[in-house]
């Protein structure tokens, strides 16, 4: 009787040991997944750009049929690398206008992050409230231009350069914040410099997500140009075709290139040199990371405008001002 | 011997049965502590949904379209009133990168048919394949403007009114295309005039959508002024905020209002007249349509900006043309 006792309890210990242990591993488990949201974020950001994506491939997929009528078979989605865009963007009247504008740009474009950088002592309220109801992942930053590198009302807008400390910015926070992880391939990505007025087509952005280091394409209306490009040969740049000092190590402009965010964390110095002469700010940045060489021509080896460098122009306030004189201004609480 | 390690077991079994309850009970806490990351979530919540919503519309147009070959004709929210929006645009050297960017923001649109109306003697390649690119529904036309009332190199913009025939072609397609039918509900729709340098928020096409016969909103950066815009007491529009001559009939800019598809129809002699001074072709239009007590106010009873009459600057060619002189331009195969 004690006997049959002894192994019934036995079994029961044993039966019960092993269930309450899978609870104890479970609890354990759960011990070490720390309760933040980036993981939980990630999963939606996985949704995100897998909705974006599919749309994408819709939209695609309608043009090709209307084109063909016929159907086509789609191939799977590889995992898409991340394009980090880094704007930077500074308080004037069309700022919101145009950042309203880039946005349903971006929203068309799967897997992108937007890193704002203001050009700012602090955020402002009209940015903060733009990003957070653009529907894109974003990341929000500021840093003011030194005052003796800021342009001064009415100096032409080439004489210094715009943007540096922004797009510096930028840079500090991919490599603090997107730095490589034991095991991860948390280095698979691509940085563009989209500046705020600019003009980008959706195709330049499946462009550049390829790049390996470097990848180049024209840009359409600048530098007094109907374009500036990279002239291709065998697959390779040779030259470029610019109207002005072709002799310069880079003659592009920003919006021109974009590069593997794995050049740009495994060399932590590039940054952009504010003091670089006129015309020389894309070089400053692009000479220690590439040989013209090794640049990935891409929009059909460069044969395709897919970016233009449009600028908007500075509207006049002249009766603004006058119905101010008289107390009868715009009110200052309407956003414009 | 047999009853001390019944004993034994005992022991041990209970202790490491309480032992493996406490395990039970945290890995039961952890499971109902979910992460918080509410607030966080409900952006990406939005954009979730609202992609969702966007992937089922084209899946719909998608089926639809297919079922009847005929993607111009189908109606994919029937519940949804169509929005004809009329684009006038000319030749320049930055038409592409507008139409492009105006074309990213109409893509985000539901049920939006745009009406592109070239001012030129034919229909023109480039705009021809752009638009059989872009996924939009649309439909293309063409209208030369009347050599005399042209505006001539060197110019002020202000001199003649752009766009006029234009719009008016687009107002006679309308009036021959969608023609009251039959039982059908083809007069559902609202007419917008949207220029092709302007910048649009995507709520301003939710708030005109439901337009029974002329709705307003303000528009920012336009005529000297942060924004002008009707000024709404009572629910009602009794006078309108704006820099010059607020006596005009209707003092607005063109892309401050819409008009219901039905008062189109209605009304088959309202057009645009060139010949109306400076400032009075919006009232051309409006005069015979509407008067300001029926103007319905929309976003926020006009207190938000949600249209920007944007303008972009016409780009410097001089090295193009320095380049050109030795026979080294740009290659005018080259589409910009």
Chains 1, 2 share one sequence.
Not at 36 to 56: F, N, P, V, Y
């Amino acid at each position: 009787m004690a006997m049959r006792m002894k192994l019934k309890l036995k079994t029961v210990f044993v039966l019960y040991f092993m269930v309450s242990l899978l609870g104890l591993v479970y609890a354990l488990m759960q011990l070490g997944q720390r309760c933040d949201c980036t993981e939980h974020d990630m999963a939606k950001d996985r949704t995100i750009s897998r909705l974006r994506g599919e749309l994408h491939r819709l939209q695609e997929q309608m043009r090709k049929s209307e084109a063909t009528k016929q159907p086509q078979k789609q191939p799977a989605m590889p995992s898409l690398s991340t394009i980090f865009v880094i704007t930077p963007t500074y308080a004037r009247l069309v700022q919101k206008a145009e950042l309203t504008r880039l946005l349903q740009t971006f929203l068309h474009v799967p897997q992108l992050h937007w890193i704002v950088v203001e050009d700012s002592p602090h955020k402002t309220q009209l940015i903060t409230d733009l990003l957070f109801k653009s529907g894109l992942t974003y990341t929000h930053l500021h840093m003011p231009t030194a005052k003796d590198r800021k342009l001064q009302e009415g100096d032409p807008s080439w004489l210094k350069p715009r943007g540096v400390e922004q797009r510096n910015e930028g840079l500090r926070w991919l490599r603090e914040n997107r730095r490589a992880q034991p095991g991860g391939d948390s280095q698979q990505g691509v940085v563009y410099f989209a500046d705020d007025d600019n003009t980008y087509s959706l195709q330049i952005f499946e462009e550049m997500r390829s790049t390996q280091r470097v990848s180049v394409w024209p840009v359409g209306l600048v530098g007094g140009m109907k374009y500036e490009r990279p002239v291709v040969e065998g697959g390779k740049v040779v030259r470029f075709h610019t109207g002005w000092r072709p002799s310069r190590p880079f003659p592009m402009d920003m919006a021109g290139f974009a590069v593997s965010l794995k050049l740009v964390l495994d060399n932590p110095e590039a940054c952009f040199d504010g003091e670089a002469p006129i015309g020389f700010l894309e070089s400053s940045f692009l000479q220690g990371l590439v040989t013209m060489d090794e640049l990935e021509p891409k929009a059909d080896n460069c044969s395709k405008v897919l970016v233009w460098h449009t600028r908007t122009e500075k509207p006049k306030m002249k009766r603004e001002e006058a119905l101010q004189a008289q107390g009868l201004g715009s009110d200052p609480a309407v956003e414009v």
